[in-house]
């Protein structure tokens, strides 16, 4: 019995998080109501109020969910690898992306989207910089390097998302690790 409550958990939860990305799709979050979520989720409003206090706890759920899967992701392939390939890790943001592409569409549409990447750059940042400034370089020239790279990299990746540049993942992955790794070698002086 516990099981299908947990799995009944879930599925309110999912119904909820994407009827928020629905509607943040058609009107801006200020706008939105519990009740246009559980019009659209079809649910109750009891079953809303059991998961979220309010619409901000669901779009804030959305991003630290997004967020630490990224970061989960980021630890497991290791900084270093990040900025020596960054090809394969473009590629695997994009695969996961392109799993969801209606549902990251719908977010790209909110502020929800926006804080989440700009919050994926500043721990991709931060790291970096952090290794950087121990390699003996300068935190100034550090952060011009990394300004640019990351967020050159976050809107390209956002302008793919939202359907402004058309290709395919290898394309999309290839030609941004490309460029990504000639800024870096002339960077390192590689």
Same mark, same amino acid.
């Given at each position: 019995?516990?099981?299908? #409550?947990?799995?009944?958990?879930?599925? &309110?939860?999912?119904? =909820?998080?994407?009827?928020?990305?629905?509607?943040?799709?058609?009107? /801006?979050?200020?706008?939105?109501?519990?009740? $246009?979520?559980? *019009?659209?989720?079809?649910? &109750?409003?009891?079953?809303? !109020? %059991?998961? !979220?206090?309010?619409?901000?706890?669901? %779009?804030?759920?959305? /991003?630290?969910?997004?967020?630490?899967?990224?970061?989960?992701?980021?630890?497991?392939?290791?900084?270093?690898?990040?900025? #020596? +390939?960054? %090809?394969?890790?473009?590629? /695997? @943001?994009?695969?996961?992306?392109? *799993?969801?592409?209606?549902?990251?569409?719908?977010?790209?549409?909110?502020? =929800?989207? +926006?804080?989440?990447?700009?919050? =994926?750059?500043? =721990?991709?940042? $931060?790291?970096?910089? $952090?290794?950087?400034? #121990?390699?003996?370089? &300068?935190?100034?020239? %550090?952060?011009?390097?990394?300004?640019?790279?990351?967020?050159?990299?976050?809107?390209?990746?956002?302008?793919?998302?939202?359907?402004?540049?058309?290709?395919?993942?290898? /394309? @999309?992955?290839?030609?941004?690790?490309?460029?990504?790794?000639?800024?870096?070698?002339?960077?390192?002086?590689?």
């Amino acid at each position: 019995m516990a099981k299908a #409550e947990y799995r009944s958990s879930i599925r &309110s939860k999912n119904l =909820i998080k994407k009827a928020l990305a629905k509607l943040l799709h058609e009107k /801006e979050m200020s706008k939105i109501t519990v009740s $246009d979520i559980i *019009r659209e989720a079809d649910i &109750s409003r009891g079953t809303f !109020y %059991a998961h !979220y206090p309010d619409v901000h706890g669901v %779009a804030e759920q959305i /991003e630290q969910e997004e967020l630490k899967k990224l970061i989960d992701f980021v630890d497991e392939i290791g900084i270093n690898s990040i900025v #020596e +390939n960054p %090809a394969d890790f473009i590629k /695997e @943001i994009c695969i996961y992306i392109l *799993r969801d592409i209606e549902y990251y569409r719908m977010l790209m549409e909110s502020n =929800i989207l +926006n804080n989440f990447l700009g919050r =994926i750059i500043n =721990i991709y940042y $931060d790291k970096t910089l $952090d290794r950087l400034v #121990e390699e003996g370089r &300068s935190r100034g020239e %550090a952060d011009i390097y990394l300004s640019f790279a990351s967020n050159g990299a976050r809107s390209t990746l956002v302008n793919w998302i939202s359907g402004d540049i058309q290709c395919g993942v290898d /394309e @999309i992955s290839s030609t941004l690790g490309k460029y990504l790794s000639v800024c870096t070698a002339i960077y390192f002086g590689k």
